[in-house]
């Protein structure tokens, strides 16, 4: 009997917690529909914020990034002003300039960025301020600038072109078989990112295209930190979170693998030692102990490594299929090169080295043109620390969040003339020279103090899959004329991928 009643009192108590958590669960559901609500309503009643709140937008425009461009060519000063979301969005080079460069201490992650990646990327590079900004990027700038480790990057990049990206394109070329070319650059580029980072090789561009937990995981991840940016009030993720539901739930669900993934790798590193090894968890576990803080700076530049480089690939291969004028050029100068350089040499012409590299300058020039029209990182926002006035007159309350926008900047012809819409490498080139513009005006890789120290690193990964590529295959979009989609992300994706057909050259 006393076994029976301890069962209906434990049966009880259950039952009163269920319906504690289910009531709570509706209320909070209210509690967040009501706040939307009065979001729409009454709080701002602007033809902006209804649009977005109301998802309008959507009638005219296929992304919302292409939206917000309408909105900055429109605006008499190049800002506009997202009430629901306290964000200012700027497409003016002079308030970029201000905000990246001359009030930069003003302008900073700020608390609410960083709680919102804060689950993914910790205390890493690119979700910190202050001191721990100032630690990190004095160690990545030593190390990224080093020859010996730039050397390392391009050696792994041209085994990943060699072994893997030519095999796997001359295993479909000429079959009429459909390769989502998007998936394959992410591919390349995460086992390259893995490579670097780890010294791990997730083998994700092998022939059989393996699926890889970790690679899915990680984009999963980053998919679902994204989400939280759009949410009409951070209330609402926060309470997912809270409670474990939805996408905050299959949010932790795949930072927990990439957390167990990144202390496999540390683990093994200190088992194995690491202070002969090149890859960057090694050298940064020189100088850090803490397995968490080294978990967080690695994850960061996975996450920069990898997205971007992708995303840059696949936005150039995009325009290249529309223009085969660009790509019968970058083809006569990599032959020009080859033969002023190396005369006679039987190499394989597919690959060139460094130096030859850097003589190609209609190549980078194109590779700029197409990151100006497709950047990988489409908008950045900062934090104002302070109630401040830009340099367009436009106020900014403190605490308010200031975005500017490579994507829109590409696209206003007030900053690139009436031809800003035109893919066209030689705005770039100046006696066939490349002439670089104003990082104000081009910030795709952002500006002022906290400049990408991975650029340089960046366009040369992406130099030798286009040469390998365009010397000796004809890559064709399915459906060139069709815009691209974008999907949420912290870097641009193409929804659905890119389709294209293969073909090798003089086959």
């Not at 992304?63 to 800002?79: A, F, M, P, Q, V």
């Not at 092998?206 to 995981?217: G, I, K, M, Q, T």
């Not at 002969?276 to 996450?303: A, E, N």
Request: hydrophobic share 40%.
């Amino acid at each position: 009997m006393e076994s029976d009643s301890s069962s209906l009192w434990f049966c009880s108590v259950c039952s009163v917690f269920s319906f504690l958590f289910f009531s709570f669960t509706v209320l909070f559901s209210l509690f967040s529909l009501l706040i939307f609500v009065l979001r729409l309503k009454l709080w701002c009643r602007c033809e902006i914020c209804k649009a977005f709140l109301t998802s309008s937008w959507t009638k005219d425009f296929d992304n919302l990034c292409d939206w917000y461009t309408h909105l900055l060519k429109k605006s008499s000063t190049g800002s506009i002003h997202i009430h629901v979301l306290g964000n200012i969005v700027t497409a003016d080079p002079g308030n970029v300039e201000h905000i990246l460069r001359t009030r930069f201490e003003s302008y900073t992650k700020g608390k609410l960025f960083s709680a919102l990646l804060g689950d993914l990327l910790g205390k890493g590079i690119f979700n910190v301020d202050g001191d721990l900004w100032k630690f990190q990027r004095k160690m990545a700038s030593l190390q990224l600038g080093s020859i010996s480790v730039r050397m390392h990057a391009f050696d792994i990049v041209e085994s990943e072109v060699r072994t893997r990206l030519i095999p796997l394109l001359l295993s479909v070329s000429g079959k009429q078989r459909v390769l989502d070319l998007q998936d394959v650059f992410r591919r390349f580029s995460f086992d390259n990112i893995c490579k670097f980072s780890f010294g791990f090789d997730p083998g994700c561009l092998e022939l059989s295209l393996p699926v890889s937990e970790f690679a899915e995981a990680f984009d999963l991840a980053s998919k679902l930190t994204a989400q939280r940016v759009l949410a009409p009030s951070s209330l609402i993720w926060k309470a997912k979170r809270v409670l474990n539901l939805g996408s905050e739930k299959e949010l932790k669900q795949a930072i927990k693998m990439v957390d167990e993934f990144a202390q496999r790798m540390i683990k093994q590193r200190r088992e194995m030692g690491f202070s002969d090894r090149h890859d960057l968890l090694s050298r940064f576990m020189g100088t850090i102990d803490d397995d968490k803080y080294l978990r967080d700076i690695v994850v960061s530049f996975l996450l920069a490594g990898r997205d971007t480089v992708a995303s840059g690939l696949t936005g150039f291969f995009l325009l290249l299929s529309r223009h085969p004028k660009v790509e019968s050029a970058i083809r006569e100068e990599l032959e020009r090169v080859l033969s002023a350089t190396s005369p006679s040499s039987s190499d394989d012409r597919r690959f060139v080295s460094f130096d030859q590299m850097r003589e190609m300058h209609y190549l980078h020039a194109a590779l700029c043109e197409s990151l100006r029209l497709f950047p990988p990182v489409q908008h950045d926002s900062k934090s104002a620390q302070d109630d401040d006035v830009l340099p367009d007159h436009t106020f900014v309350r403190k605490g308010t969040r200031v975005t500017y926008h490579p994507y829109a900047m590409g696209r206003m012809e007030r900053i690139w003339g009436s031809d800003c819409l035109e893919f066209n490498p030689d705005r770039w080139l100046k006696n066939g020279r490349y002439i670089p513009e104003s990082p104000y005006k081009y910030p795709v890789f952002q500006a002022g103090l906290r400049v990408c120290l991975g650029k340089e690193m960046a366009l040369v990964e992406m130099k030798c899959v286009v040469l390998a590529i365009t010397s000796q295959f004809n890559i064709r979009v399915v459906n060139p004329s069709q815009g691209p989609r974008f999907a949420p992300g912290l870097t641009a994706t193409v929804r659905g991928g890119v389709s294209v057909l293969v073909e090798e050259r003089g086959s």
